[in-house]
């Protein structure tokens, strides 16, 4: 204890980072490691954009400028249209939209916007890990809703009116879902919509995965293309993932109108503003015709077949389910073991293979390790040999 120790807050204290990065980080200092930890697309950002970009550099004098909290006018109006293609929602470029830095950024200001202790937000079990990390930071309190695991993770309704509870603000989806890859039905999410009406309280939409959904395009559904749900829901869309555009820290959110002009508040008193140059790379992507997402999809995809066939070729160790989106798999360990986070430091130690132990996307996800297949082909191969190797 120093008096460093003193000064940290609970709420820092209670946090930890996310158990991704913590392998990430530690696989990092493993001289030859391999690593299927992070979700870090190995596509580069795609050429229209870079030369956009270059573009704006060389010939707008205000590139390297803040701009207004909310974002460039251009680029939010721009999401207006994005928004209604995909959802068929009208909304305000001014009274909705809001351009966040990465869709981490866009939570955490939501989170901090609504967040006062002990307030609670219903997170699925399993989730995305930062999330449960981002509520602690905020004092909240993340209340698990199982998903059915022998039904490959899907949500169990049944059990959403129980927790539900007068400090619940928001439910969080993700859909394709980070760690399980499931695409949750168009029945099931209406459900969730109308209880979450029924009860008021927000939906929120965490979105870096919907355009890769490989041979399920059909079950995807976008709950907030419902309009009688806008007023309850919020809508955070990533171009890291779909664009390749991990580092540039870019996504927006649309919102309901007085949420909106809470959450700027936040927003301004936290970053001011999403990288000015980020935004133009923003107006670049959205504004110009490509088919980058259907080759990441189609390269993503045969990735995915190789991952699940690997897998499907060490029973003894792991036993997995096809995941239907993202680029997660997420197999249970057959092999002995005390727990996923135990397993995985001795695959990293052992093996030179790191992948992030399920526990830390809740209490479902012990006993699970999750591996991302956005990685080239080799690396797969590579960390899959390597696991033969250390169990035969
Ligand atoms: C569910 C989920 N939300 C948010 C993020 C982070 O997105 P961004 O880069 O837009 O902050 C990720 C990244 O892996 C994710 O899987």
Redesign the pocket.
Known sequence: MTFITDIVSKNVHQTQVSAIKDMAMLSAKIKGATSLTW?LPSFRTPEYIRQGVKQYLDEDIDAGKYTLPDGLSELRELVVTEHQEKTGIKVDADENVMISA????GLNTLFHTMLDPGDEIILTDPC?ASHIQQINLFSGKAVYWPLDEDNNWALDIDLLPDLITDKTQAIVL?SPS?PTGKIFSEDELIRVGKIAKQHDILIII?D?YSEFVYDNSSKYFNLASVEELKEHIVYLY?F?KSYAM?GWRL?YMVMPAELKREALKVHDATMICAPRISQLAGIVALSQPSNHKQEFETILKSRRELICQRLDNVPDVFSNQIPEGAYYVFPKIIAAHTSSKEFAIDLLNKAKVAVTPGSAFGPSGEHHVRMAYCVDEDTINLAFDRIEDFFR
Not at 102 to 105: I, L, T, V
């Open positions: 979700g990465g869709n981490m950024q995305f993700v980070n965490d870096p990533s890291s991990s996504s």
